[in-house]
């Protein structure tokens, strides 16, 4: 199967610094990344979907401003957590989409802020 | 709000019998549901889906069952095996197999004993 490769896999930083978490698709071109959020005991929640080439599209209560998501080419799509805060401690996951029905995940991130 | 819901967050079954797991979604705009099995320190894989026109899919070991009057699906494991212990994830999506934003549930931790 398709494979996406997502770094890193855990992370602890200091409140206020940024943080950015890199997902690529080895294998096969993707125009569309999404990235969810998965609080424990929580299901995953999707924070923007990812357009090669344009701006991503945020959810509802979603800050774009502070989820800054680039997708500067068909294979990388990056997620960058500014001044980030304790509350936005979570899971992070990206997935790819490949001919448009099928979806392949990354492993996650486990961002820790102290 | 959560519209797609998985209300057992675990399940424990002999190896050899059946595995059934069950989600329910609130909005008859989904039309392609999905399944997707997740092992730790890994992104969740596609598993089985099925479109909201048929009301059963069925791949090797892997069944899911749709009740659309009852906005109900079911994944049944027959017969199962230990390595089908995992997190199994109900997903929902509207735009048919094209997949967009997809609705998860919060996953049923599913572990097979010997």
């Known amino acids: 199967g398709a494979v996406v490769s997502q770094h890193p896999s855990w992370v602890i930083c200091k409140s206020g610094t940024s943080v950015k978490i890199e997902c690529r698709s080895l294998d096969f071109q993707a125009t569309t990344m999404f990235w969810y959020r998965q609080f424990p005991k929580q299901s995953l929640m999707l924070m923007a979907t990812?357009?090669?080439?344009?701006?991503?599209?945020?959810e509802q209560g979603v800050e774009k401003d502070k989820f800054l998501i680039n997708h500067a080419s068909l294979t990388l799509s990056t997620l960058t957590v500014t001044s980030a805060h304790p509350e936005d401690s979570s899971f992070y996951i990206c997935?790819?989409?490949?001919?448009?029905?099928?979806?392949?995940f990354g492993s996650g991130t486990q961002l820790s802020v102290l | 709000d959560q519209q797609v819901k998985q209300n057992s967050p675990s399940l424990s079954v002999q190896e050899g019998r059946i595995s059934i797991l069950n989600c329910d979604y609130t909005?008859?705009?989904?039309?392609?549901f999905l399944w997707y099995k997740k092992y730790p320190a890994e992104g969740p894989t596609f598993l089985i889906s099925?479109?909201?026109?048929?009301d059963k899919n069925e791949d090797g070991r892997f069944t899911v069952f749709l009740n659309k009057s009852a906005k109900h699906l079911s994944l049944h494991i027959v017969p199962s095996q230990p390595g089908d212990s995992a997190v199994y994830f109900c997903?929902?999506?509207?735009?048919?197999?094209?997949?967009?934003?997809?609705?998860f549930g919060r996953g049923t931790q599913l572990t097979v004993w010997p």
């Open positions: 997935s790819a989409r490949r001919g448009g029905e099928k979806l392949f």
């Open positions: 997903a929902a999506n509207s735009g048919g197999s094209t997949l967009g934003r997809l609705y």
């Open positions: 990812s357009n090669e080439g344009s701006k991503a599209t945020y």
């Open positions: 909005n008859s705009m989904f039309d392609y």
């Open positions: 099925i479109s909201s026109i048929k």
